[in-house]
Each structure stands twice: as structure tokens, then as C-alpha cells.
């Protein structure tokens, strides 16, 4: 069983133009290969969603898909998070009601989050054992395990 980091706290040297451009990228190229339809809108929601590495919550991007124009509707910026979400395209912080990017969304995977209190940057790990012993234990007890998500609160490096 693999323990990885998948999307590590990014350090000032980072290539965030890049980063945007590698999940859009893979985001059209999964979805071309999984028959999905990555319209306009829902592209526009994911590049909102990677611009930064911090947690963004639904209302934050209908403000900024309604800047200089007409105002976008809740249920439209809703519809297509959920379309990236369920396309392992993001992944929802359910402690902070906000979304961000997954930078592996080719592999289906449980993710474990790293989330900073003093600046907001999150990072993702993979750890599947930790995967395996929760449903190890939820199976003892006759539980079934249909999604399993750990947000951890700390601080990253930078803030430390």
C-alpha cells in the first residue's frame, strides 16, 4: 500500500501558471476519454478553483464569474461543482463548506488534508493504509465505508 503526497504546500518558487494550465489540461483530456463534457463554464469554474491553493467557497466564484457582467446563478456555479466534484476533478473541504483542485484526479483515491489555519494553503496526501485501517475498523463494526475524507488543521511550513 502506497503513502504519497499528492499536492505538497507550495513554497514562493512555485510555477502556479503551470500548475493551472497541467489541471486543466488533464481535466479536458479525462473528461474527452470519460465521454464527460467539460463546457466553457465548468472549465471556468475549475481555473478559479486552481487559482490559488487555498480552500474556495461557491460564492467566491459566482462573485468572480460575475465580475464585469451579468450575474451568474447560485444553482449554475453549484451544478458545476458538482460535476467537477463528482469527476474527481476537486475535492470539497467539508470543514470549510469550500473546493479545491485535484492534482490526481486520473486515480480515484481518499485523500487526507493538510489545512493550515494561519493562511489557508491546503495539501493533499494519499495514504491508503490509513484508507485500509478506517475501513478495516468500519467493517468490524459493520460499517460500510462510502467515502472517507480527513481534514486535518495546522499550520504549513511558511506560517510555522
Known amino acids: 500500500m502506497t503513502r504519497s503526497i499528492i499536492q505538497d504546500f507550495h513554497t514562493a518558487d512555485h510555477d502556479h501558471a503551470g500548475c493551472i494550465d497541467a489541471a486543466l489540461t488533464e481535466a479536458e483530456a479525462l473528461c474527452l476519454e470519460r465521454g464527460d463534457r467539460l463546457t466553457p ?10 487559482d490559488s491553493h487555498k480552500p474556495v467557497k461557491a460564492y467566491d466564484l459566482l462573485d468572480h464569474l460575475s465580475a464585469g457582467r451579468k450575474r451568474a446563478a447560485p444553482p449554475t456555479v453549484y451544478r458545476a461543482l458538482e460535476f467537477l466534484h463528482e469527476a474527481g476533478l476537486v475535492h470539497r473541504i467539508e470543514s470549510m463548506n469550500a473546493f479545491v483542485g485535484c492534482a490526481r484526479p486520473a486515480r480515484r483515491h481518499s485523500a487526507q488534508f493538510l489545512i493550515c489555519t494561519a493562511c489557508g494553503t491546503v495539501a493533499e496526501l494519499d495514504d491508503a493504509r490509513l484508507g485500509a485501517d478506517i475501513n478495516a475498523c468500519a467493517k468490524r463494526l459493520g460499517f460500510t465505508v462510502k467515502e472517507a475524507k480527513i481534514e486535518i488543521a495546522g499550520l504549513c511550513p511558511e506560517c510555522r
Request: hydrophobic share 60%; no cysteine.
Open 41 to 50: 463554464l465548468r472549465k471556468r469554474v475549475l481555473q478559479l478553483v486552481w
